[in-house]
T-cell receptor, first 110, second 115 residues
Framework: GQQVMQIPQYQHVQEGEDFTTYCNSS?????IQWYKQRPGGHPVFLIQ?????EVKKQKRLTFQFGEAKKNSSLHITATQTTDVGTYFC??????????FGTGTSLTVIP | GAVVSQHPSWVICKSGTSVKIECRSL??????MFWYRQFPKQSLMLMAT?????????EQGVEKDKFLINHASLTLSTLTVTSAHPEDSSFYIC???????????FGPGTRLTVL
């Protein structure tokens, strides 16, 4: 599958600061999903976006799907130590296989 | 709901031996199961997709004779790493989707160490 790049690769923030990770594809995606993986754990599904320009919120998390459906972002407001982990975007192709982005590792400094 | 288990959670084996990893959907019927490999500090790489009762579809670069996948029932898929070598040491994670293919549910992963 094509590679979906995420930036930044690593991010250290002070607790209470905001955090954003970006997911970029060179081609149009039918959907985008976001997962969180805690250190030593497995990915946990957060959300799926399907529509162009879609914005969804989950408490302090805001997810966006770009108008061209080639990029997406995850924004966390006022980070907490429980937000620590690696955030992956993922997409499915026509065969319903899932391909993951490169991930952004978030460290929150108390 | 939507719980996926993996067994074993970790395994250490000698080079040249084979290791079988089981992935089970506990409370739903998994029409499709996926096997991923994740090296430290890297992303999940899809190895293969398996549908119940049919042969698995392997991603490019994944040796089907080395990573044998069997999906004999709607609740069980197995991955066998044959003739394991140290470079096969990795975190192997399965996931499953039910009749709705939008969401995949991950197992807790199996950490394989080949000595």
């Amino acid at each position: 599958g094509q590679q979906v790049m995420q930036i930044p690769q690593y991010q250290h923030v002070q607790e209470g600061e905001d955090f954003t990770t970006y997911c970029n594809s060179s081609t149009t995606l039918s959907n985008i999903q976001w997962y969180k993986q805690r250190p030593g754990g497995h990915p946990v599904f957060l959300i799926q976006l399907v529509k162009s320009g879609e914005v969804k919120k989950q408490k302090r998390l805001t997810f966006q799907f770009g108008e061209a459906k080639k990029n997406s972002s995850l924004h966390i407001t006022a980070t907490q130590t429980t937000d620590v982990g690696t955030y992956f975007c993922a997409y499915t192709n026509t065969g319903n296989q899932f391909y993951f982005g490169t991930g952004t590792s978030l460290t929150v400094i108390p | 709901g939507a719980v996926v288990s993996q067994h074993p959670s970790w395994v250490i084996c000698k080079s040249g031996t084979s290791v079988k990893i089981e992935c089970r959907s506990l409370d739903f019927q998994a029409t499709t199961m996926f096997w991923y490999r994740q090296f430290p500090k890297q992303s999940l790489m899809l190895m293969a997709t398996s549908n119940e009762g049919s042969k698995a579809t392997y991603e490019q670069g994944v040796e089907k004779d080395k990573f044998l996948i069997n999906h004999a029932s709607l609740t069980l898929s197995t991955l066998t790493v044959t003739s394991a070598h140290p470079e096969d040491s990795s975190f192997y994670i399965c996931s499953a989707t039910g009749w709705s293919t939008d969401t995949q549910y991950f197992g807790p992963g199996t950490r394989l160490t080949v000595l």
